[in-house]
């Protein structure tokens, strides 16, 4: 093992683990608390077979670093295709443009391919991890399973509803289908009719021998297609339906998402483990109420955060309510002089701006004067679809004053001690409206603003991940009377840590290390 004991309400945890007779355990640990080291203890102590799902690359990466080599755990970890190269086509490419996804046999499939080979040593091995993607697009699980942990546990239903989710656009309708797409009105039965017709029409190519059937000559796209249909055909449980139509009027695309995809858990999922833990430093008991099965029991516990409140007191500096996805340019330009001067007056240390989407960190950077002020200042800002992992790797090793602006900083990363000491939120992170939100809110009202608690509660203890480790936590967003209102959304190891309201930061010695208390306190 990595350590040498265990650190304060573990052992509590692995005992509920071992010995609780409820199927599904909810284990709700703060930052600090140790996730990551349960799995692991209750392999070393049992011996059965584990497998641990996480929800992001970076997550899976630390459970590697930490418990890898076999000295210690010998885990071993499984991603998905495009994680490994095939090595039978002769220009480069990955296992999920593979020939074998083209239906053609391969005779490195048994030995020899990468992907298949990590699946094949994944499932023999007594302690695994790989991500909830990879487990869902599974047919069969990895292994005899008899402990299965969901790190992140409470993203399960947003996870299900993303890999769920159909579209069905009209031109490729047409051009695979040669027929329309169901009517602008639809609604979920007539959509899956319409599903079970088009199935139909589809036809798999004659071949001599099945075993090496070539569907090579299909035409881009049928195969997914197919899947969608498939997944149309049977589904289970209410689903939001979103029609989009061209300037036209035309209808272009039809969305289907499931709402609440509880019945796809244990198909997906769990797969018929016998024993079931639920993690998550925001986990709550509905929602392992809500995700365990009807016919299964479950047990539940929460435990306090040990690391020092001044360590990791929450702040509000006055600035500008910060609403909807629009703003008058005085807002942008207050909220933008805002973050400067936090940046520039801890500029000792390297920072995290969050600014909870892609364009709030456009129109952030656009309007930023901090190099004009502070030319030696490094500014790291991935735009959607550049590498994160590499974003954040060149923060780490920059050294101050460093600032990194992303939206994308939430869960599944780190920063422990001089990695971060100054984390701003720009905004609360309420999810952006769209059809399965307001289908949600129906069921729940209060649904909007507990998502938007669960993503403030992860996205701003980033930096403190230890009892040892301290931070400045910081909101500029005036929302904060909101915040103040919705105490009973946040868990108990939150909400002592929510501070006041300040015009501006008080001065922090650059020496600091805290101890003996914050000046925020």
């Known amino acids: 093992m990595p350590y040498t004991e265990h650190r304060p309400d573990q052992l509590d945890a692995i005992r509920l683990i071992l010995q609780s007779p409820a199927r599904v355990i909810g284990v709700c640990g703060p930052p600090g608390f140790g996730k990551s080291e349960l799995p692991v203890a209750v392999h070393a102590t049992t011996g059965l077979e ?11 990466q630390q459970y590697m670093d930490s418990y890898a080599a076999p000295s210690l755990i010998n885990l071993v970890d499984v991603r998905g295709r495009d994680n490994y190269r095939c090595i039978i086509k002769l ?13 053609v046999w391969c005779r490195y499939r048994a030995e020899g391919c990468p992907y298949y080979d990590a699946v094949k040593i994944a499932s023999e091995a007594g302690i695994a991890v790989t991500n909830y993607p990879f487990q869902v697009n599974r047919r069969s699980s990895l292994g005899d399973v008899v402990y299965l942990f969901c790190d992140e546990a409470d993203t399960l239903f947003d996870i299900l509803s ?35 017709a088009a199935r139909e029409t589809i036809t798999v190519p004659p071949s001599d021998n099945p075993v090496k059937r070539q569907t090579k000559s299909e035409p881009n796209g049928l195969r997914e297609l197919r899947e969608q249909l498939s997944r149309l055909m049977a589904m289970r449980g209410e689903w939001v339906l979103e029609h989009v139509s061209g300037r036209d009027g035309a209808l272009q695309t039809v969305t289907a998402t499931p709402v609440w995809p509880v019945d796809y858990l244990e198909d997906l999922v769990y797969r018929s483990a016998p024993k079931i833990v639920l993690m998550s430093a925001t986990l709550t008991e509905n929602d392992v109420r809500m995700l365990t099965p009807a016919s299964s029991s479950y047990d539940y516990r929460s435990y306090p955060s040990r690391i020092p409140v001044h360590r990791r007191r929450i702040m509000h500096v006055r600035c500008t309510p910060m609403r909807g996805r629009t703003g008058s340019r005085t807002d942008w330009q207050r909220w933008t002089v805002t ?14 701006f969050s600014t909870t989407s892609y364009e709030r960190q456009h129109q952030y950077l656009k309007r930023s004067e901090l190099t004009d002020i502070c030319p030696a200042f490094t500014v790291i800002a991935p735009v959607r679809g550049e590498p994160l992992d590499e974003a954040i790797d060149r923060f780490r090793h920059t050294d101050p004053p460093t600032v990194l ?35 949600r809110r129906k069921r729940n009202p209060g649904y909007q603003s507990y998502a938007a608690m669960q993503t403030l509660q992860q ?47 008080p001065p922090l010695p650059l020496d600091w290390s805290g101890e003996g208390g914050s000046p925020m306190r």
């Open 50 to 60: 584990t497998r641990i799902l996480v929800g992001t690359r970076a997550l899976e």
């Open 91 to 103: 220009v480069p490419a990955t296992a999920a443009q593979g020939v074998c996804r083209d239906g």
């Open 162 to 196: 993303d890999y769920l989710r159909v579209v069905l656009r009209s031109g490729e309708v047409r051009r695979l289908l040669h027929c329309d797409l169901p009517g602008a009105e639809c609604n979920q039965e007539e959509l899956r009719s319409w599903a079970v």
């Open 339 to 352: 973050a400067d001067r936090l940046l520039l007056a801890r500029r000792d240390r390297r920072s995290i």
């Open 405 to 439: 602006v992303s939206p994308a900083i939430v869960r599944g990363y780190s920063f422990q001690g001089d990695d971060c000491r100054l984390l701003i939120v720009g905004k609360m992170p309420f999810p952006p409206p769209s059809p399965l939100l307001s289908a």
């Open 459 to 505: 996205e701003i203890m980033r930096p403190v991940r230890d009892p040892s480790d301290w931070a400045e936590l910081v909101i500029i967003d005036d929302d904060w009377a909101w915040l103040q209102k919705s105490r009973s959304l946040m868990l108990p190891w939150f909400e002592e840590a929510i501070g006041y309201s300040v015009d501006y930061l």
